[in-house]
């Protein structure tokens, strides 16, 4: 069961550094197969998605369902890495939710891009999109905070607290360092940040592997 326990872990630690380029290609390469009125530094990352998106699977199948499969995948290793300490299974649930949002993302669409004529988003899958990036956001943020204060708690991972406890204020940052080009722009930026911490905390649970406690 160790070995077992052991191997998954691994598994979800590159999941976890596989979701920031997942992550990252979605948006890129969504934002590259729109046309030219498409502005990255204007446009919402959600337009990607959108029924009227070009190539709109690039966003939905990669940069949500894909990644979001992925940060599921980490969470699960996660809290296997973290039990039975509760603080670091809240942390992990958190994370579990907003891979989940993630992957939904790519499922609820929204209707049309903002660049496009007439654009009028009122479908059930737009509101239920509205519903699941607020949920998905709070969890987003929630999830390295938590998991600052458990790592604090557990020796083997003291050494990642810190990184986990700036991430919501660097986010934060450089939200608005770079809303001073444009919603867009700060949107993605500050998405980067949150997969640079997630491609973290995968390196940092595939070095402890070895040495982390087995589930009981």
């Not at 046309?35 to 990352?45: E, G, K, L, R, T």
Request: hydrophobic residues 55%.
């Amino acid at each position: 069961r160790r070995v077992s326990s052991l191997g998954l872990r691994r598994v979800a630690g590159v999941c976890g550094m596989a979701a920031l380029v997942t992550g990252t290609v979605g948006w890129v390469a969504g934002d590259l197969a729109q046309p030219a009125a498409f502005s990255p530094a204007n446009d919402d990352i959600s337009d990607l998605g959108a029924v009227t998106a070009n190539s709109a699977w690039i966003y939905n199948q990669v940069g949500a369902n894909l990644t979001g499969l992925l940060v599921v995948v980490l969470a699960t290793g996660l809290w296997l890495a973290l039990s039975p300490d509760l603080i670091g299974r809240l942390g992990s649930a958190a994370l579990l939710v907003a891979g989940v949002g993630s992957f939904l993302d790519g499922l609820f669409r929204l209707d049309c891009r903002g660049i496009d004529a007439a654009c009028t988003n009122h479908s059930w899958h737009y509101h239920a999109h509205k519903i699941e990036s607020g949920i998905t956001a709070g969890a987003t943020l929630l999830a390295p905070l938590i998991l600052a204060f458990a790592f604090r708690r557990i020796p083997a991972w003291r050494d990642s607290w810190v990184v986990s406890l700036a991430t919501v204020p660097a986010v934060i940052l450089t939200n608005v360092v770079f809303s001073a080009i444009g919603d867009g722009a700060a949107t993605r930026a500050g998405t980067v940040v949150v997969f640079l911490w997630i491609a973290f905390i995968g390196l940092r649970l595939v070095q402890k592997a070895e040495t982390a406690p087995a589930v009981p």
